[in-house]
């Protein structure tokens, strides 16, 4: 039996649905039986606790140091006063890696792995590198390049990129060059070179079942929307709603029809607006032909949102790697980015770049954009099908054969 360890960084919730695709991929790839630990904290070791019910004993509760939230995302001047101070329950910086180390290495002693597999969390690169056990490191970012407002963060880049450069193979969530949306969020140093792997985006390639249409989507056609994503931990989901509503406050918004989804698993927010003002339920909207602006949703199934995607005009992202991919690549839609930092930033730019979306970061940029998108997408559409005719979908079963070719290697 192989013994795997995933270690999954709980910021955002990108990390964790990479590592479930890989997963998968992996009991599909590897023949042998699979003996598989997880270790991550907060939200991220409550999802794993409730998808692998039975199997509590190898999810490990590790407090890896994560940025103190802030308004909007994670707050910098917390963050960096907490290295030395307690912040808001958190302990000095210091203190919660030592700790987090400690917890890791009794896990890496108590479990000997035969692989590890890192999205996120740099210590156990550290670990695995130090007992000679092969390591992989999924990752959309290495040295991210930073704005003029974060340049005195380069010296601590440059420190994780050490760390990173620690694993056996980095693998890059992204397809090959010049088709790499994280381009400018990965600045390899010569050293890591031969060790990086280009493996594609981590997409949901489950096939999904045509059941019969929800009343939602019953509701949509017909209809030309767009759709606006709430992602990310909580800070960043409401950082960008609020974005949203001082956009939608907007006179030209009044005829705009859009649909929210907030990325949370509570039906109490699922309404819809109708032009006269009023809210209804979907179903009371749909039974009554209401003329809707607005529909907001909690939580999308996946047949719902695939058929969103593929009925949207364009989609508005704060930026996160996988959203884009996911809309850029897989459904060929224009997106409108409003970044929360500079990761996102970094990724709308490489788009608005290619022609892909536009990059905005005050309020009336959001209407401008609409327009340009809406006046050129004959344009738009010619470029997106360039760049989804070269998006490579399958990063987490290349991934997988990776990994394979590394436990054969190790026999």
């Given at each position: 039996?192989?013994?795997?360890?995933?270690?999954?960084?709980?910021?955002?919730?990108?990390?964790y649905?990479?590592?479930?695709?890989?997963?998968?991929?992996?009991?599909?790839?590897?023949?042998?039986?699979?003996?598989?630990?997880?270790?991550?904290?907060?939200?991220?070791?409550?999802?794993?606790?409730?998808?692998?019910?039975?199997?509590?004993?190898?999810?490990?509760?590790?407090l890896?140091?994560?940025?103190i939230?802030?308004?909007?995302?994670?707050?910098?001047?917390?963050?960096?006063?907490?290295?030395?101070?307690?912040?808001?329950?958190?302990?000095?910086?210091?203190?919660?890696?030592?700790?987090?180390?400690?917890?890791?290495?009794?896990?890496?002693?108590?479990?000997?792995?035969?692989?590890?597999?890192?999205?996120?969390?740099?210590?156990?690169?550290?670990?695995?590198?130090?007992?000679?056990?092969?390591?992989?490191?999924v990752?959309?970012?290495?040295?991210?390049?930073?704005?003029?407002?974060?340049?005195?963060?380069?010296?601590?880049?440059?420190?994780?990129?050490?760390?990173?450069?620690?694993?056996?193979?980095?693998?890059?969530?992204?397809?090959?060059?010049?088709?790499?949306?994280?381009?400018?969020?990965?600045?390899?140093?010569?050293?890591?070179?031969?060790?990086?792997?280009?493996?594609?985006?981590?997409?949901?390639?489950?096939?999904?079942?045509?059941?019969?249409?929800?009343?939602?989507?019953?509701?949509?056609?017909?209809?030309?929307?767009?759709?606006?994503?709430?992602?990310?931990?909580?800070?960043?989901?409401?950082?960008?709603?609020?974005?949203?509503?001082?956009?939608?406050?907007?006179?030209?918004?009044?005829?705009?029809?859009?649909?929210?989804s907030?990325?949370?698993?509570?039906?109490?927010?699922?309404?819809?607006?109708?032009?006269?003002?009023?809210k209804?339920?979907?179903?009371?909207?749909?039974?009554?032909k209401?003329?809707?602006?607005?529909?907001?949703?909690?939580?999308?199934?996946?047949?719902?949102?695939?058929?969103?995607?593929?009925?949207?005009?364009?989609?508005?992202?704060?930026?996160?790697?996988?959203v884009?991919?996911?809309?850029?690549?897989?459904?060929?839609?224009?997106?409108?980015?409003?970044?929360?930092?500079?990761?996102h930033t970094?990724?709308?730019?490489?788009?608005?770049?290619?022609?892909?979306?536009?990059?905005v970061?005050?309020?009336?940029?959001?209407?401008?954009?609409?327009?340009?998108?809406?006046?050129?997408?004959?344009?738009?559409?010619?470029?997106?099908?360039?760049?989804?005719?070269?998006?490579?979908?399958?990063?987490?079963?290349?991934?997988?054969?990776?990994?394979?070719?590394?436990l054969?290697?190790?026999?």
């Amino acid at each position: 039996m192989l013994k795997i360890g995933e270690f999954i960084y709980p910021w955002g919730s990108g990390h964790y649905s990479r590592m479930m695709r890989l997963n998968d991929a992996l009991t599909n790839q590897i023949n042998d039986k699979l003996d598989i630990h997880f270790s991550s904290k907060d939200h991220v070791f409550e999802k794993l606790l409730k998808k692998f019910p039975k199997e509590e004993e190898k999810i490990h509760e590790i407090l890896m140091p994560t940025p103190i939230d802030g308004k909007f995302g994670p707050s910098v001047s917390k963050s960096l006063m907490n290295i030395l101070l307690p912040i808001e329950s958190n302990p000095p910086l210091i203190r919660q890696i030592i700790n987090y180390l400690r917890e890791e290495r009794k896990l890496y002693n108590k479990e000997k792995f035969d692989l590890v597999i890192n999205d996120g969390d740099m210590g156990s690169n550290i670990l695995a590198n130090n007992r000679n056990i092969p390591s992989l490191f999924v990752t959309n970012q290495f040295r991210p390049k930073l704005y003029n407002s974060r340049s005195y963060l380069y010296p601590s880049l440059i420190f994780i990129a050490k760390q990173i450069n620690k694993a056996s193979k980095i693998l890059v969530a992204d397809s090959p060059p010049p088709y790499t949306m994280c381009e400018y969020n990965l600045n390899f140093i010569k050293e890591s070179e031969g060790k990086v792997v280009y493996v594609g985006h981590f997409t949901n390639n489950n096939l999904i079942t045509n059941k019969d249409e929800t009343v939602l989507e019953k509701l949509v056609k017909n209809n030309e929307f767009g759709y606006w994503m709430r992602t990310g931990n909580k800070s960043t989901n409401d950082g960008t709603g609020q974005r949203y509503e001082e956009v939608f406050h907007q006179n030209e918004m009044n005829n705009e029809k859009r649909i929210i989804s907030h990325a949370r698993n509570e039906s109490g927010i699922d309404s819809v607006t109708g032009k006269d003002g009023k809210k209804y339920s979907i179903l009371d909207a749909f039974e009554k032909k209401i003329d809707w602006i607005q529909i907001d949703i909690g939580f999308l199934s996946e047949q719902e949102k695939n058929s969103i995607l593929d009925l949207c005009k364009y989609a508005v992202v704060n930026g996160s790697h996988t959203v884009m991919g996911e809309i850029m690549g897989g459904k060929s839609k224009p997106i409108i980015g409003i970044p929360i930092y500079d990761e996102h930033t970094n990724n709308i730019k490489w788009a608005e770049e290619k022609k892909l979306g536009i990059l905005v970061t005050k309020t009336k940029q959001v209407i401008h954009a609409i327009s340009n998108i809406k006046e050129n997408y004959d344009e738009f559409e010619d470029n997106l099908k360039d760049f989804s005719k070269n998006f490579v979908p399958i990063g987490a079963e290349n991934s997988a054969k990776i990994a394979a070719e590394m436990l054969e290697e190790k026999r």
